[in-house]
Each structure stands twice: as C-alpha cells, then as structure tokens.
C-alpha cells in the first residue's frame, strides 16, 4: 500500500501523512516512506520523528527493510 508524501508546501498536511505512514508500520509490521528533501518536508521531519520515536515507531534506511 502506497501513502504518498504530499508536495513539499503544506508542513501540517506531510506531519499528517508521516503519523499515517507510522500507523500503517504498526499493521503491517513496516513501511517505506519517500520525500522530497525540500525545506517544509525537513521541518514537518523534525517535529514529527521525536513524536513518532517515543510512540516506538522506529526509523532505518530503505535497504535495512527492502529483501533482497
């Protein structure tokens, strides 16, 4: 299942789809997440992966989740 990460402008709207794509990692065991490294898309990061890392959502590199 796919949850895209929407165009870099809108911080509330990427923090929402990253508690999404946090949910959807605790039904489906993980998730891949993809972002443009834009200004707002580094800020909405930055106050949502604390929150998100005390909820016991854990971050790791693609390949660390990609079979080979």
């Known amino acids: 299942r796919k949850i895209p990460l ?3 402008q809108i911080v509330e ?12 990692s605790g039904a489906e065991g993980r998730a891949i997440g993809v ?3 834009r200004t707002n898309t580094l800020v909405a ?10 909820r016991g959502v854990r971050f790791v590199r693609a390949e660390q989740v990609v079979r080979k």
């Open 13 to 24: 709207v990427i923090r929402e789809a990253l508690n999404r794509l946090a949910e959807l």
């Open 45 to 54: 990061m930055r106050e949502a992966l604390p929150l998100l890392e005390r």
């Open 6 to 8: 929407p165009p870099p």
């Open 35 to 37: 972002a443009q490294a």
